[in-house]
Every structure is written in C-alpha cells, then in structure tokens.
C-alpha cells in the first residue's frame, strides 16, 4: 500500500542553523500539508500545497518557513533560522484531490534544537 | 475560524469493556468532515474512522464507532471490546468540504487500555 515517507526521523540541530525536512507524498496525491506537534500538545496546522503554490498557511508559518516542491516527488519544508520552540515532531501529510477527504500523514520527524 | 475540543485530557478503560472518548467542535460551516486518528508512542497518525456532516448515519469500522450529532455540534468516538493496542492519544479533528481545507485537530486524549 503506497504511503507517505519523511526522513530524517529524527534531525537535531543547534539554534539559528537551517533545517530542511524531507517528505515523499503518495504519487499521485495532488495536495500537501506540513503539521506541527509541539511535544505533549496538539496538532497545528502549517501550510498547505498546491499547484507548486502555497493556498493556504497558518499564523504559525511566519517568514523563517518555506516550502517547496522541487521535483515530482520530494515536498520540503525549510526553517531557516531555528529557534528553540521549534522543537516538535512535524507531519507531512498529502491528499488524492479537491474534496477527497482523507489526508495520509507520514510517520514524522523529530526536529530537536538545541 | 472552526475549533475543536477534547474535554478529556486522560481516560482509562479495562480491556474488553467499552469506552466513549468526547469531542465537540464549533463551525459556521454546514458541510464537513471529522475524524478520529489514533496515535500511538511511535507518533504515527492513524486514521482510525471520519464522518461526513451530510451523512445522517454514523460511521462504524469494526470496533469503533460515532455518535455524531450535527446539532449539537458533537463526535465522540466509541471503542468497544478495548484492546491493548488500543492505548494511545486520540485526536478528534474537522475539515471544510471546500477547496481542500487543512485539518483542525484537538488537543487530545490519551487512552490507557488496562489489563
């Protein structure tokens, strides 16, 4: 069954260094999304994709966040200058279409700042 | 802006019984979506049923069911015959109909199964 990959699993990095997050969507999925979990907290929403555009962003994903989609495949979410509060586990997830409503998350990965 | 709330940060149930974890939501939305995901302590987000507000019948996928009610504005998710594996955070969240909307997730509850 095709399924969402991240990697790094888990990326550590000291404060104020870029961090890029890998993620592959399922093929033929046409929407992408990166989620945020704060440890011991609940899941945001950050950004979502489509059509090599960004269509919609949370208040979250302020100016140190980019994403991208440099090929067919990968989907890559950017933090330029890493703050401690970035710390979280960050969820790509991807979506078949308009109006299909299951969203396929990926198993995360784990951004430490240090 | 729609919100949703898990007013059990914790629950615990013994194995086999059956237990009912609560979410309400607030929408000026008339068309959505909901869904329960699972997360167990690997953080993978699981998708364990969804509900679809124009369905008046509640979802059901084997041991889990709803009790969706559109008025009141309320989704809890009913596990019966609870299983070990079935400790986990578990995430009520809601989506727009239209132009394929982000998911909006509660804060949680987490379910430990006792044996």
């Known amino acids: 069954e095709p399924e969402v990959t991240q990697t790094p699993s888990h990326q550590v990095t000291q404060m104020g260094q870029e961090v890029i997050l890998r993620c592959v969507p399922i093929?033929?999925?046409?929407?992408f999304y990166w989620y945020r979990q704060i440890l011991g907290q609940k899941v945001e929403f950050l950004v979502s994709f489509y059509n090599n555009e960004i269509s919609e962003k949370s208040e979250i994903f302020d100016d140190q966040f980019s994403v991208e989609r440099p090929d067919g495949s990968n989907f890559t979410l950017k933090i330029r200058s890493t703050k401690l509060e970035d710390s979280a586990m960050y969820f790509c997830a991807s979506n078949l279409a308009e109006n299909y409503n299951e969203q396929f998350f990926g198993p995360g990965t784990r951004l430490t700042v240090l | 802006a729609q919100t949703v709330t898990q007013s059990q940060p914790e629950m615990s149930v013994q194995e086999a019984e059956t237990v009912t974890l609560s979410c309400t939501y607030d929408t000026s939305e008339s068309n959505y979506y909901l869904f329960w995901y699972k997360q167990p302590p690997s953080r993978q987000m699981i998708l364990v049923i969804r509900?679809?507000?124009?369905?008046?019948q509640n979802a059901t996928e084997n041991r889990f069911s709803v009790n969706f009610q559109k008025a009141a504005k309320s989704f809890s998710l009913k596990i019966s015959d609870s299983q070990l594996g079935d400790t986990a955070m578990y995430f009520c969240?809601?989506?727009?109909?239209?132009?394929?909307?982000?998911?909006?997730f509660g804060a949680g509850t987490r379910l430990t199964v006792k044996p």
């Open positions: 969240a809601f989506m727009k109909h239209v132009n394929n909307n982000d998911m909006r």
């Open positions: 509900q679809e507000a124009y369905k008046q």
């Open positions: 093929s033929n999925h046409l929407y």
